[in-house]
Structures are given as structure tokens and as C-alpha cells.
């Protein structure tokens, strides 16, 4: 992938569709700050810019550039040779690792003080733990012969603070016919988080640790992921910039819903209160970029919403931990804004997203219910039983 590196044409395409360009004056830009940058360094030039850090490493400009120049990944590198004072560097080290930091639950009723001495955002909350509350059975029998084997993967996100989403997609796939394992057991990191915050070799060395987690549970047919950030760093990263190949096809958890047994759907279509439920949705910038827009769209429409609008929003500025650090907070106000503009508008009664971070920070925004679209169709399905009960 570094091939495109020094293949930049200067055509600006990249800078359009930058999402922290069109809302911070001063920060530079991917052309600047990627393909420029490192022209620059290979001649003995200038070593970083101001405001590298600004970049969420969305990957937007990435997928607009006509060369295909790995824009994000030299501005991650480019956030490698920049030296922030040492208690931000002590606060990324720890939010780089976010299954570790996870452990640290407590620190999302950390006071005002001690998160400005540390560095986190007070307008966006840290989160909290969700944990799971469903016995094993609630969903009952699956609905037809066995489907073959998944692995699902725990990301960070999901295993530190939401295992309700854990426990809500292994029942649906189990209900879908399918043997689930979760993968992998314990707690791990695909590394996107550390290559967003400019640690590319530690993002490398997280992914190793998680895939040796993972390597004995190769007899799975598909490993279906609940976050598209995750996702897109399996499919993507992980091959591309670690050499590391799952022999198993990666699958996001929407793609696995939508090949669902025909009479989940009918069931589905049984709950009549949906129609009438105005719903959004938001397709990370992962997501986006990796498998395009319209799947969660296409999911609500089939769990029996209606009136579904898609975000209008290139990325919420959620972006990992990035949200949370306090001198991106207000241009992470500023990404969500138009979120919760069009919340206003469309006046929705819950958010489908593909991302435990982008849901707390979308939720937080726009004060409705934003979850992962694993709840929605757990949510669904339990209307639709109750429905069913004599
Ligand atoms: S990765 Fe996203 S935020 Fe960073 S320069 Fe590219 S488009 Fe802008
Ligand atoms: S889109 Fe690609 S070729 Fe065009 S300016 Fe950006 S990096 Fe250069």
C-alpha cells in the first residue's frame, strides 16, 4: 500500500472531502499533511506541522485520492515524529490502548479538574459500562438447520464497556442458525485506535497479540465484526500494512443480518408500532469508506422501520478516542453538529451506528437513542414475542 506514496498529482480531491477541513480554519489538510509532509522529510525537510493531530484518520481523503496515496497512513506516520508534551503523551498512551483502558471505568466520573489536568474532553463524556442482562435462551430456537460456525469478534469498545451488544448479536446469530464462539476471549485490541493516534507500530503489535488470541479458533466459516472501524482494520490493515491474513472471510455484523432466515423478517414484519417510527442512521466513516453507505439503511427498512433517513454526515467526530481529547472537543462539536441539526429536522426516535464510540458520541449530541443495529433487531424481536404471547 505505500507503493502510491510519492504519486501525488496535487489535484486537491483529497482536501474536499476532508470533514476537518470544512470545519477547522486551521488545520492544514491531507495534501499538506500527507503526501507534502513526506516529500518534504524524504528531502531533510521540515519535520511536523502544527495541528497534525487535528486529523481523525476518517480515511476519507484516502478513498478520494485518483493515485490511491495512503494520505492517512503518512499522516499517522507524520503523527509519529510530532512530540506533544509529555501528560498529552502519557494520555494517549493510555487512550491508544483503549482494552486497557477499560479497565479504568471509574475515570468516566473523573471531576472537571483532574480531566483537564489529564487532557479529556468534558463535552463529551467518557463511558460507562453496559453490561449484559439477557439469559442465553431469550430469543428461543433457531429458526432453521444449522448455518455453519462464526467467530464473533469482541472489539475493544464492545468488550470493555458493552456487552449488551456482545450478548444481543450472539443471540440473533444463534437465533439465524448459526454456532457462535467470541473471539477472542479476553481482552484485546485490533489497533486502530493506536494508528489513529499516530502509533502505527504499536497498532502492529496490538493486532499481532489479538490475532495470536485468535489463531487457534481458524476452524470458523466467518468472523463477523460488531464495529466498522474494527472491521475496516481487519479487511484492510491488517492485510495491507501488517501482513496478517485471517484465512476466514471478515464479515460486519449488518452483512450477516442481512442473510438472516426469510422468517426472522417475517416475524419482524409483524411488529406494526415500527412502522410509524421515524429512525436515522449513520454509517461510520470506516464504514463508509471500506463498504460504502446504505447498509444499515437497508437493514431498518427490513426490521420493519419505515421512515428511515440516512445521516447526512461525513463522520461524527467520534473517530476512536478522539472525541475525548480535549483539544479536538470542539472540532468533534462542530463534526456532530450536522447530526444534530438533522436530528432536529427529522425528529427520530432512535439512531442506528456501527460504532460503540460514534453511538455514545451521537447519543450524547443529539439526545436520542443511538445504538449498535445488533439492539434495534434484539429490540424488534422482542416486540415481535411479545406480541406473539397468549
Ligand atoms: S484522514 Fe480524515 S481527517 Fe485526516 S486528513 Fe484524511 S479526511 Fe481529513
Ligand atoms: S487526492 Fe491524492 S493526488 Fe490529489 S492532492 Fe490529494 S493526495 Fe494528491
Known amino acids: 500500500?505505500?507503493?502510491?506514496?510519492?504519486?501525488?498529482?496535487?489535484?486537491?480531491l483529497c482536501i474536499t472531502q476532508c470533514p476537518v477541513v470544512s470545519v477547522n480554519?486551521?488545520?492544514?489538510?491531507?495534501k499538506a499533511l500527507g503526501p507534502e509532509w513526506y516529500r518534504q522529510k524524504q528531502r531533510g525537510g521540515v519535520a511536523t506541522l502544527p495541528h497534525v493531530d487535528d486529523c481523525t484518520f476518517c480515511q476519507l481523503c484516502e478513498a478520494a485520492c485518483p493515485v490511491e496515496v495512503p494520505i492517512a497512513h503518512l499522516i499517522a506516520l507524520h503523527k509519529a515524529a510530532a512530540t506533544p508534551p509529555l501528560r498529552i503523551r502519557v494520555r494517549d498512551g493510555i487512550l491508544a490502548r483503549p482494552h486497557r483502558a477499560a479497565r479504568w471505568t471509574r475515570w468516566a466520573g473523573t471531576s472537571r479538574v483532574m480531566r483537564k489536568v489529564g487532557g479529556i474532553s468534558g463535552k463529551t463524556s467518557l463511558p460507562r459500562p453496559r453490561r449484559a442482562r439477557w439469559s442465553p435462551s431469550s430469543l428461543g430456537q433457531p429458526l432453521g438447520p444449522c448455518q455453519g460456525r462464526v467467530g464473533l469478534f469482541v472489539d475493544c469498545y464492545s468488550a470493555g464497556y458493552?456487552?449488551?451488544?456482545?450478548?444481543?448479536?450472539?443471540?440473533?446469530?444463534?437465533?439465524?442458525?448459526?454456532?457462535v464462539t467470541l473471539m477472542?476471549?479476553?481482552?484485546?485490541?485490533?489497533g486502530a485506535a493506536a494508528y489513529a493516534a499516530g502509533k502505527?507500530?504499536?497498532a502492529e503489535r496490538e493486532a499481532r497479540e489479538t490475532w495470536s488470541a485468535m489463531e487457534r479458533f481458524q476452524d470458523v466459516d466467518f468472523l463477523v465484526t460488531l464495529n466498522a472501524t474494527c472491521d475496516a482494520t481487519l479487511r484492510d490493515e491488517w492485510p495491507d500494512y501488517f501482513g496478517i491474513e485471517p484465512p476466514m472471510p471478515v464479515v460486519p455484523f449488518d452483512e450477516m443480518a442481512l442473510r438472516a432466515p426469510q422468517e426472522f423478517w417475517n416475524r419482524l414484519g409483524r411488529v406494526s408500532s415500527s412502522a410509524e417510527v421515524r429512525i436515522m442512521t449513520h454509517t461510520t466513516c470506516r464504514g463508509q469508506v471500506a463498504r460504502g453507505d446504505g447498509h444499515l439503511g437497508e437493514l431498518a427498512h427490513r426490521a420493519g422501520f419505515h421512515r428511515v433517513e440516512p445521516s447526512d454526515a461525513p463522520c461524527c467526530g467520534a473517530a476512536g478516542a478522539y472525541a475525548f481529547k480535549i483539544e479536538h472537543e470542539d472540532t468533534a462539536q462542530q463534526l456532530v453538529a450536522r447530526l444534530v441539526e438533522q436530528s432536529s429536522h427529522v425528529r427520530p426516535q432512535g439512531i442506528f451506528t456501527d460504532s460503540g464510540t460514534c453511538a455514545l458520541h451521537i447519543e450524547q449530541a443529539t439526545q436520542v437513542k443511538t445504538r449498535h443495529p445488533a439492539y434495534w433487531l434484539y429490540r424488534q424481536?422482542?416486540?415481535?414475542q411479545k406480541g406473539e404471547a397468549p
Do not use: I, R
Request: net charge negative; charged share 15%.
Open 1 to 12: 500500500m505505500w507503493s502510491g506514496v510519492d504519486a501525488c498529482l496535487k489535484c486537491t
Open 25 to 30: 480554519p486551521d488545520f492544514p489538510g491531507p
Open 162 to 179: 458493552d456487552g449488551e451488544v456482545v450478548e444481543q448479536a450472539s443471540q440473533l446469530l444463534t437465533l439465524w442458525g448459526f454456532n
Open 184 to 190: 477472542p476471549q479476553g481482552s484485546h485490541c485490533c
Open 200 to 202: 502505527p507500530q504499536l
Open 381 to 384: 424481536y422482542l416486540e415481535y
